[in-house]
């Protein structure tokens, strides 16, 4: 079993910044791929950023490119999302989620992914 715990959210204005993490543990995540989604209210909950566990393979949704950052550290078992430049279409509830089944490309459909965090809150006020 696989237990992710997201941290970091809160409120900002428009323009400003925040960095969530998500502490993983449970079974060796070498292979896994780790990704945010969020949910905003009344709406479905969409890709946002993924990160390869190993190798560091990346991809962000159109939305938030050049704006957000993900990283990892094997180490800590954590992964990352900096957020910059935020705006008020960034609010929603963020959540972290690990992609267990292995594949040449980084998958976005929230149904492909098996383990997913509570979730924390982003609020960002214009």
């Known amino acids: 079993q696989v237990q992710l715990v997201e941290s970091g959210g809160g409120s900002v204005q428009a323009g400003g910044s925040l960095r969530l993490s998500c502490a993983a543990s449970?079974?060796?995540?070498?292979?896994?791929?780790m990704g945010w989604f969020r949910q905003a209210p009344g709406k479905e909950r969409e890709f946002v950023a993924a990160?390869?566990?190993?190798?560091?393979?990346?991809l962000y949704a159109d939305s938030v490119k050049g704006r957000f950052t993900i990283s990892r550290d094997n180490a800590k078992n954590s992964v990352y999302l900096q957020m910059s430049s935020l705006k008020p279409e960034d609010t929603a509830v963020y959540y972290c989620?690990?992609?267990?089944?292995?594949?040449?490309?980084?998958?976005?459909?929230?149904?492909?992914?098996?383990?997913w965090g509570q979730g924390t809150q982003v609020t960002v006020s214009s």
């Open positions: 989620a690990a992609d267990r089944v292995y594949a040449s490309f980084i998958r976005r459909r929230p149904n492909e992914y098996d383990y």
């Open positions: 449970g079974r060796p995540f070498s292979y896994y791929v």
């Open positions: 990160i390869r566990w190993s190798g560091g393979m990346t």
